[in-house]
């Protein structure tokens, strides 16, 4: 049997690449060739066999039918970096390029489905939200939300928390919340809000506390109309936007009247899980208050710091409908599925949104 091999557009190939973040020697060697004829490929577009391009496309996690377009696609756009990082360490790695072009595809899917009026009229909240002060920021956000400081300190635990802090976000502001596992110093979580809808990313390797504080920390961003990528706790005064996002979350999740002036660590941990916050954020709070020494503020600072275990827990096996609903959330989840059902919406794109195969989602159905 004659090999078949393919001539397309050299640009796609170029296009998809630079988008899963890959070099020309990093592609070369997983598809087993030599890197100069890999970038003659690139240059020309001929005589590409059509196994190697299979392996290309999986390695990008692209269909194949998108390297036999005529013309490249859009490039996909990415937030602001607002990291404390240096260039060198700035690269996004191909897990966090991945998780923005999946979020970019879940948007499009939402907006798709339920139409830019609708989501536009989801927003109106933040015109009003956007000029209040602090104090009136924080009631009225937590009248908007439906959850008070009484609902907070009840919460039996920090996964219950995020759950309801995720679940209300979603729910009452209309901002979809997803999460991924993402490289813990690279990325805590980033906010789309260059069109409809408007979405928030956690960092599933992260804890709940930071889980939760990144949800605030973007929301702050996108009522700013921002959308950013974010390593909140390198933030420093010197970079101005990350550092007033930092302080809306905090005085959101830990207002001054629970702010209980204190050095003493075991009393910190205590009221920061009355609170559902981590122990750096009541630490900040401490200190944004005034109610404790910048050298007792920086001595507790580096006591918590080194209680962190470096060691991540290894996940076992979760089935794949519990992936799609913890990464997509119920909100969209559930949009497509109920498409699905009204058939709004084929089985393949459902499967493709929710990457699940066609029994489950009948079972869902």
């Known amino acids: ?39 003659l490929w690139e240059k020309e577009g001929k005589n590409i066999p059509l196994g190697k391009l299979k392996v290309i496309a999986n390695s990008y996690k692209r269909q194949l039918a998108v390297f ?37 595809y879940f948007t499009d899917t939402a907006l798709e489905l339920q139409g830019e009026t609708y989501w536009k009229n989801r927003y109106e909240w933040i015109v009003d939200l956007k000029d209040s002060d602090h104090i009136d920021f924080i009631t009225r956000l937590r009248e908007l939300l439906d959850i008070s400081i009484d609902d907070q300190l009840n919460w039996h635990s920090e996964s219950e928390a995020y759950k309801k802090w995720r679940t209300a976000v979603e729910n009452r502001l209309g901002i ?26 956690t960092n599933s390797d992260h804890s709940y506390t930071g889980r939760i504080f990144t949800i605030f920390h973007e929301l702050a961003h996108i009522i700013r109309h921002q959308s950013g990528l974010c390593l909140y706790e390198k933030a420093t005064e010197k970079q101005r936007e990350e550092w007033e996002c930092n302080q809306v979350a905090g005085k959101f999740l830990a207002p ?28 900040r709070r401490l200190k944004e ?24 827990k290894k996940a076992g096996f979760v089935k794949p409908i ?19 059902y009204n058939n709004q919406i084929s089985y393949s794109k459902a499967s493709s949104a929710l990457d699940l195969n066609v029994s489950s989602l009948l079972h869902e159905v």
Not at 178 to 191: A, I, R
């Open 1 to 39: 049997m004659n090999r078949v091999e393919l001539n397309i557009n050299p640009q796609i190939l170029r296009w998809a690449r630079e988008e899963a973040g890959f070099d020309q020697v990093e592609i070369a060697e997983k598809i087993d060739i030599g890197t100069e004829r890999y970038k």
């Open 68 to 104: 036999l377009l005529p013309t490249v696609p859009k490039k996909i756009s990415k937030p602001k970096d607002y990291r404390n990082l240096s260039p060198s360490d700035s690269k996004l790695s191909k897990k966090v390029l991945e998780a923005i072009r999946d979020v970019s």
């Open 176 to 201: 979809l919340v997803f999460q991924f596992s993402l490289p813990m110093e690279e990325v805590h979580g980033f906010s789309v809000t260059e069109k409809y809808p408007y979405a928030i990313v």
């Open 256 to 283: 001054a009247h629970l702010i209980e002036q204190t050095t003493d660590l075991k009393e910190i941990s205590s009221f920061a899980t009355k609170l559902k916050i981590s122990r750096e954020v009541y630490l």
């Open 289 to 312: 208050e005034q109610k404790i020494s910048d050298m007792n503020f920086y001595n507790l600072l580096d006591k918590i710091k080194s209680t962190y275990k470096k060691d991540k």
């Open 322 to 340: 519990v992936k799609s609903r913890a990464t997509r959330g119920e909100t969209f989840f559930n949009m497509v599925v109920e498409a699905l």
